[in-house]
């Protein structure tokens, strides 16, 4: 009796190939969604500084409104003010509307703070951008 060769020979190392692809396909898309992640988390760490640097600017306007060291609308130069928030540029607005009431004149005063990142410009995808604002009544 003779022996027939096997048509299936090779098969094993094809489905070992295959398997390869597979697997490293899947390695691709983990490594691309762990950078997504990364740069998704770093986002969300940016905002939060944005956010406690446009609060900074907000309180600082605040005390300097309240104690009546400037008045509204601010002078150009407290735009640039140097608050100690590092990459965080700070711009701090106030307009101000007084009414009277019962024969007394009061002030209503309304203050913006927007912190955006340094070096970034509206529309990259490093931007980072946050806004605060408040209405006091002094």
Known sequence: MKHKPSRQQG??????????????????????????????SAQDVQGARAYWAAMAGLEWGLSS?????????????????????????????CTSRPYTEASSTHTIYQLTSVAALTGTTAGSLAYIERSVSTVIEK
């Open 11 to 40: 098969f094993a190392a094809m489905a070992a190939i295959f398997l390869v692809v597979v697997l490293a396909a899947l390695g691709g898309f983990m490594l691309t969604f762990s950078n997504a992640q990364h740069a998704s």
């Open 65 to 93: 409104v309240v104690s009546g060291s400037v008045t509204c609308p601010l002078p150009p130069s407290i735009f640039t003010k140097n608050l100690g928030i590092g990459a965080f540029s700070v711009a701090i607005g």
